[in-house]
């Protein structure tokens, strides 16, 4: 199995996606682990303009903060890149390694960001993402957290509440821990 996600959560996913791509801008995936959800979403921007970049370390979880319950550092390290690449070979998808935030410089050409799947875990990843992608998603564009409602992800929870305070987006709940905000 290439995804941790069952098929309740890809599915949702995969219709939140189809649900952006009348809108202008990229899609970014972070947190790629093994690629399955990053296959099924080249598959629906395979005949689509949108750019679409994932972000992974391929090696792990860095430290956690003092926000993470579950998760510790080097989680998730039984994938390579050759393996998410072979998987992703058919496709164009632009694939950045290292730790976010630290690989977001390598778009900072984007302008616009009309969906974003944010599966890291723990609250820095969160964090920094948010930070880069909110400024950039369009109006009706959609960040789809697949561990929000997640009780080992407190961290990731935190970090969008923290992040949501003075917006006027709140989380909407897709499935079990899989949650979602559209750009007003």
Request: proline share 3%.
């Amino acid at each position: 199995m290439s995804s941790l996600l069952d098929s309740k959560r890809m599915n949702d996913l995969e219709k939140q996606l189809r649900n952006t791509l009348d809108i202008e801008g990229d899609v970014l995936e972070c947190g790629v682990y093994r690629g399955g959800s990053a296959l099924n979403m080249a598959k629906i921007l395979k005949n689509s303009d949108k750019e679409f970049h994932i972000f992974d370390s391929f090696c792990g979880m860095p430290e956690v903060s003092e926000y993470d319950n579950r998760h510790k550092k080097g989680d998730f390290s039984d994938v390579s890149l050759k393996e998410v690449e072979c998987l992703l070979k058919d496709f164009d998808v632009s694939i950045h390694v290292g730790f976010v935030p630290d690989t977001f410089n390598e778009v900072s050409h984007l302008d616009k960001i009309s969906f974003v799947h944010l599966d890291l875990d723990l609250y820095d990843g969160y964090k920094s993402t948010l930070e880069f992608t909110y400024p950039l998603l369009q109006k009706d564009g959609i960040i789809v957290f697949d561990d929000y409602g997640a009780g080992s992800c407190a961290g990731a929870k935190k970090a969008v509440d923290d992040f949501l305070l003075d917006k006027p987006e709140k989380p909407i709940k897709l499935s079990k821990f899989q949650y979602m905000i559209k750009k007003k």
